[in-house]
C-alpha cells in the first residue's frame, strides 16, 4: 500500500468510484481509494438504478447529463462495457394544473442545457405507457434519455478506467482515524497502514459521519429506509416489443421501472423511518434491513389504481435498505466547512443517475478551485450552525414524502420550523407576519392582510401581489420597517485589515473611517466569487478601529472559508463572526430620516450623515450601528443591533414612526425593489461562472491595481471577450414573473438564461435578469421567452428603471 499519494477518497460507492476516476480524467493519476469492505458494498449495491435528466436546477440537470453521456461512453467500451439501458424514456405524472405548470417551467430551464423535455396529456402518458390508466391524470413530463444501469457494474468500470490512469484502490481497508498537520496535510490511517496525502475526501455514504467524527465535523445526512419489490413477469411487458419507460408518480409517491420482464416498483410511503439514528453496526455490509411491506400499504393503493395490472401479478422478492438525505435533500458536493484540503461527496439520494456528474463537479474544485457550474446548491457551506442530527432527520422524512413533489415558488414546508429566530419573530408573527426561510432564519415575508390568508401555490404571480404592492406603496411614499435577520457580518481587526481586504477586492477599498463601499471578491479563475459591504468603524468604547464585512445571510461559511484561506502568518489580521450576535432593521423611505431623528441622538442630516455612512449611536437606549444604505432604492438606513436589545430598539423605531406612517414590510417586497434598481443576489445573479464586466459590475473592478485575487485570470477574461451579458428586461405579460433558469428564445434558438424576476411595482413593469449573448445586450432588443410553456416578448431596458440616477436613496 502506498504511503503517500495527493488524494485519498475514503468509500467505494458510487460517490468515491466517480471521484476517482475524474480525478484521473483531470490530469491527477497519484489518488488513492479505500474502502473498508467491497466496493458497492454500502447503499449503491441495492440501487434501483434509475438514470434521469430531471433536475431543479441547471446545475443539476447539467451534472445529470453529463452522467448520462459518461455512462453511455462506458456502456459502448468494448474494454470494459456495462449494462445500462439508455434511451428507456420516462414520464413524471401531473394531476393538478399546477403540477403540469411546473413541468412547463422545467422543460424551459432544462432546454437552455441542450436538454428537450416534453409536456404531454395524459393520453399520450398511456399510449407511451401501457401499463398506466388515465383516471387522475392530466399529463406529465416526458425525459427521452431516462432509463437505468447496472450499480455494481458502473462501479467496477469507473474503477477500472481509473486503475488503468494511474490510480490505486484498496478494499478491505477500514479508516480508522485522520489527522491533520500544520501544513495542512493529512494522515489517513488504516488497519493495514498509514497514507499520507494532500487532500481527503468523504465519500463514506451512510457511514458519512462516522468518516466526519474523524475531522470533528458533523454533516447534515440522515438515513432513510426505502423499500421497493420486483414483480414477477408481466404480460403486457413480454408483449410490448420494446421497453416500458419509467415513471415517477407524486400522485401516488410510488416510481416503477422494468426488470427483465416484469417491474422494479419503489415506494415512498407517508408512514416512513429513520435508519442508523443510533448508530450502524460494523458488520453491516452488503445488508438490508427486514422487509416491511405494512408500511407501503397507503402508497401501494394508489400504485394499484394507475396500474391495474399489479393487481394480477405477484413479487418476486422485496428489497429494503438505507438511503441517505441530506437537510434540503440536495447532495452536499464540495469544500467541507471550516477545513483545509477536505471535500465530501455524500448525501447522494439518487446517487447512481447523478453519481457521475457529481464526482466531476468534485474533481473539478480539487483540482481547478472551481466547477466549470456555480455549484452552491450543492456547496455543503450553504448550512450555517443549525443542521444538528434531530432537524436532519425531521427534513429527510419530509423530502422522503414529497420525493416526487417539486418546491413550487414561495412554498416552504413545515418541517423542522423553527429553527433559527430572533426575539421579534413572536412579534412579528402577533403582527401577522407570513415567514420565509432564509438559511434556517425565519424571515417576514409579507403581513398577511387576514390571519385566514393562503396564497396559492404556483408559478403565477399569486394572491398576495396586491398585499406586497402595498407594502412598497408605503415604502415609497412613507416609511417602512423591515426585519432583516441571519445577514452575514465578521469583525476583521488588525493594523493589515485594509490591505488584506484590497489584496482580495476587485475595486477599491475605501480606508476612511465612518464610511460603506461595496466590493466584489473574485475566484481565481477571475470570475465572482462574493460580494460584500465593507465599513470602517472607527475605535471606541465598543472596540478598537474595525471593519464590518456584511454578505448574504447563507454566505457565513463560505466567505469564512475564503478569507482565512487567504490570510498570511505575517499579517496582523484577526476575523471573528457576529452572524449570530446581530440582527437588522431596515428603516425606508422618504420619512426614514425623520423617525431615526426621533429614536436616535445626534444629526442625522444629509450633511452630517450622507449616503454610505456608517456610525454608532443608541436606538432610544439599544446600543446600534447605523449604515445609510439601500436594498430598496429609497432613502434607507441599517440599524444593526445586538439581539438582546433588539425588542427595544424594535419598539423605540415603531413608537418614532408613529406620526410618519411607519408600517412593516417583508422580503418579497425587497426582492421586487432591488430588481427596480438594478440590484444583485448572491447565487441568484452573482455567479462563479460570469466575470464582473459580463455580470454589468464594471464600475467595481480596478485593473490597475498592483494586484488582486483573480487579476490575471480576469485580464485574460476581458482579452477573450464576454461569453454572456447581464441585462435586464421588461416582459409583455402581466400574469407571472421570470423564474430562474427559464430559457430565452431567438428563432427557436436558446440565446439566453433567466436569473431572477419580478414586479416593478413603482414603475409598473414586470422585470427579469438575465444572461444572454453579448449580440443581443442593447436596449431595445427583443426576444422571446419561455414561460412555462408561452412564448413572451422580452424587451432589454436600461438597468435601474426606477431612479437610475439613485437620487431618492442618497436623500
Partial sequence: MKSRTKVVVIGGGIAGCSTLFHLTRE?????????????????????????????????MVGLKTHSI????????????????????????????????????????????????FEVIDAEECARRHPLVSTSNLLGGLWDPLDGDIDPAQLCQALAYHARKAGAQIYRNTPVTELTQHRDDTWTVHTEHGNIDCDIVVNAGGYRVNEVGAMMDVHHPVASMEHQYFLTEDIAEIVQAGHRMPLLRCPISDYYCRQEKN??????????????????????????????????????????FDRMPALLETGIRSVINGPITYTIDGAPLVGQIPGKRNAFCIIGLR???????GHGWLLAQQIVHGEACYDTWCLDPRRFTGHTNVELTSLKAIEDYQNEFRFHFPHEHRPAGRPAKTTPLTPVMAAEGAEFTVVNGWERVDYIKPRADFHPSLTFNFDEAFEVVGREIENVRNNVGLCEVNGFNRFEITGADRHAFLDRLVCGTVSKREGRVGLAYLLNHQGRIKSEATIAN?????????????????ASELHDMDWLTQHLRKDEDVQVRSLTNEQTILVLAGPNARKVLSA?????????????????????????????????????????????????????AVRK??????????????????????GFFHWKADLLTEFDPYETGLDRFVKMSKSDFVGKAALQDLINRGPVRKMVTLKLD??????????????????????TSGDWGHRVGLNLAYAFVEPELSTPGTTMLLDLCGDRIEATVIQPSPYDPDHMRMRG
Fill in 27 to 59: 490530469g491527477w493519476s497519484d489518488v488513492v481509494l479505500v474502502e473498508r469492505n467491497e466496493l458497492t458494498s454500502g447503499t449503491t449495491w441495492h440501487s434501483a438504478a434509475q438514470v434521469t435528466n430531471f433536475g431543479v436546477n441547471q446545475t
Fill in 69 to 116: 453521456r459518461l455512462y453511455k461512453e462506458l456502456a459502448e467500451d468494448p474494454e470494459y462495457p456495462i449494462n445500462y439501458h439508455h434511451g428507456d424514456g420516462g414520464i413524471r405524472l401531473a394531476n393538478t394544473d399546477a403540477q403540469m405548470q411546473g413541468y412547463r417551467h422545467f422543460a424551459s430551464m432544462a432546454r437552455g442545457m441542450d436538454v428537450e
Fill in 262 to 303: 416484469g417491474l422494479l416498483i419503489g415506494f415512498y410511503e407517508q408512514g416512513c423511518k429513520t435508519w442508523g439514528m443510533d448508530g450502524i453496526d460494523p458488520n453491516f455490509v452488503n445488508a438490508l434491513c427486514p422487509d416491511d411491506l405494512d408500511r407501503i400499504t397507503d402508497v401501494l393503493q394508489g400504485a
Fill in 350 to 356: 439518487a446517487g447512481l443517475g447523478e453519481g457521475g
Fill in 537 to 553: 468603524l472607527p475605535q471606541s468604547d465598543r472596540g478598537p478601529a474595525r471593519i464590518w464585512y456584511g454578505s448574504a445571510a
Fill in 599 to 651: 429614536c436616535a441622538r445626534g444629526d442625522w442630516s444629509n450633511h452630517a450623515f450622507p449616503w454610505l455612512s456608517v456610525r454608532e449611536c443608541f436606538i432610544g437606549h439599544s446600543p446600534a450601528t447605523v449604515m445609510s444604505v439601500s436594498f430598496s432604492g429609497e432613502l434607507a438606513y441599517e440599524i444593526h443591533v445586538p439581539n438582546s436589545s433588539l425588542y427595544a430598539a424594535y419598539l
Fill in 656 to 677: 418614532a414612526g408613529e406620526p410618519f406612517g411607519l408600517s412593516l414590510f417583508g422580503a418579497r417586497a425587497v426582492e421586487a425593489m432591488r430588481m427596480e434598481k
Fill in 733 to 754: 405579460t402581466a400574469h407571472a414573473p421570470a423564474h430562474g433558469g427559464a430559457s430565452l428564445m431567438l428563432d427557436n434558438t436558446v440565446v439566453g438564461t433567466v
